[in-house]
């Protein structure tokens, strides 16, 4: 069903409604009248009247017109034809949409050629209805709201009201998406701790690798997350070694003592950083980064593979360096220049002023900012596949190769099993549940941290 031209047409009204509210509300005015409102207002609420009214109209339509016409659709088949349960059901839809789509197509019997004529004439005049409701309602709320342009309207109080409650929903839907999100990770956590014991998923073997039948050999993986956990702080450490220090040198370097003409340059400069792409960043590790590091490791007399953490975590902290230095930056900029000022007056160098004075009172922001930082480093997963590798090793060894616990995500989802049934794919949901509590954890730190030190230097 096509509705994209009757939104366009909604959206094409809506600004009608908002000239010709603000047009009479301006006549109004020139007759020297007082207005409650702005003419703005009076355009806005004509607007809103047009559009939503009309808007929940199309999307309560289009969400029950298909079903209909679908219904409607197969029980006109012949008795013989008629799909006995969901699957055979969808594949006779299936086939009859594909055949009102292209002419080309052979159909299967004479009954589902004419069963695609029939869906097609359906879809025209559903398409129709929908199209007259909806524009209907929306000039008859344009007409309405135009006629209610009064000296003593209160147009503004209630839109108003309208954009009040559409922030609320929009929180109220911010709410609903995450606790659903922490459901449904819970949820399924359960049906895989059903089948696998809490302990084994504590334990230090990780190895989904699952017989087809429980009579077989290995028909019991082994699903301990404590090398992913490892894997993974591991390479958020090597991560925020190389971007927590230059991304706050250079944030310092940036406010304090570059030019405005250099600043100009180099902050733009920095920041591309952050629109790389993550897939570029993994190429330049395997291309550029993993082989020196071998070679170097290999020179050295180490053992170092080609894909090790090493790799890894140094380009990590490459690709986390803007996001360090922009929020950094933002913190040091806020810090009062009185604070400064009275450092510098009281004899303290640039440099004392900056680690006593700045550093300390921006520290909820650069706090705020290696939280930013360390959450983008633990749900990396691209990086890691490329350039660090999928063994889930416990090593303390840079240029071993580990794995992360969004890598094997990853692999459980994509791993051909899609019914959901199963440990191997189960445990996607019990190591999201894992990863959500470790940044809950540290999102519950870092707002200890600012709280203290804000309250210090209010």
Known sequence: MQIWPVIFALVLLSLVGFAVGQWRATVVLSRNEYLHSRPGHHGWYTALITFLPALVILIAVSFYLPHTIDAATLENLPHNEQPVDALSRQVALNEIQSLSQHSGILPSSPAMA????????????????????????????????????????????????????????????????????????????????????????????????????????????SFGALPL???????????????????????????????????????????????????????????????????????????????????????????????????????????????????????????????????????????????????????????VVMAAGQAANLTINPFKSVTTVTVQIVAALTGGDETFDSPRTLVAFALGLLLFIITLLLNIIALRVVKKYREAYD
């Open 114 to 221: 004419e069963a695609a004529k029939n869906y097609e004439v359906r879809l025209r005049q559903a398409t129709l209805w929908l199209a007259i409701s909806v524009l209907g309602t929306a000039i008859i709320g344009l007409v309405v709201s135009s006629s209610q342009i009064t000296t003593q309207f209160k147009a503004r109080s209630i839109v108003e009201a309208i954009f009040m409650g559409g922030l609320s929903l929009s929180s109220v839907i911010a709410i609903l998406i995450t606790v659903g999100i922490v459901l449904s990770l819970l949820f399924e956590s359960i049906r895989f701790f059903e089948k696998v014991p809490l302990l084994n998923f504590l334990g230090t073997s990780w190895s989904t690798q699952m017989a087809i039948r429980s009579d077989q050999v290995g028909s019991v993986g």
């Open 229 to 383: 956990i490892y894997g993974t702080a591991f390479i958020s450490l090597i991560a925020m070694l190389v971007a927590v220090p230059i991304g706050l040198m250079s944030a310092i370097y940036l406010t304090q003592y570059a030019s405005l003409k250099m600043r100009r340059i180099l902050k733009p400069v920095l920041e591309i950083l952050a629109g790389v792409p993550t897939v570029v960043y993994g190429v330049f590790a395997v291309i550029t980064i993993a082989p020196a590091i071998r070679a170097w490791g290999q020179s050295m007399g180490i053992d170092a593979t080609s894909d090790s953490a090493l790799a890894a975590g140094l380009v990590m902290g490459v690709m986390i360096i803007p996001f360090m230095s922009s929020m950094s930056d933002d913190a040091l900029t806020a810090v009062p220049q009185s604070m400064r000022d009275g450092s510098l007056a009281l004899g303290a160098t640039p440099s004392e002023t900056i680690r006593k004075v700045l550093l300390p009172a921006a520290l909820p922001g650069i706090a705020g900012s290696f939280l930013l930082a360390i959450s983008r480093a633990i749900g990396e997963t691209m990086i």
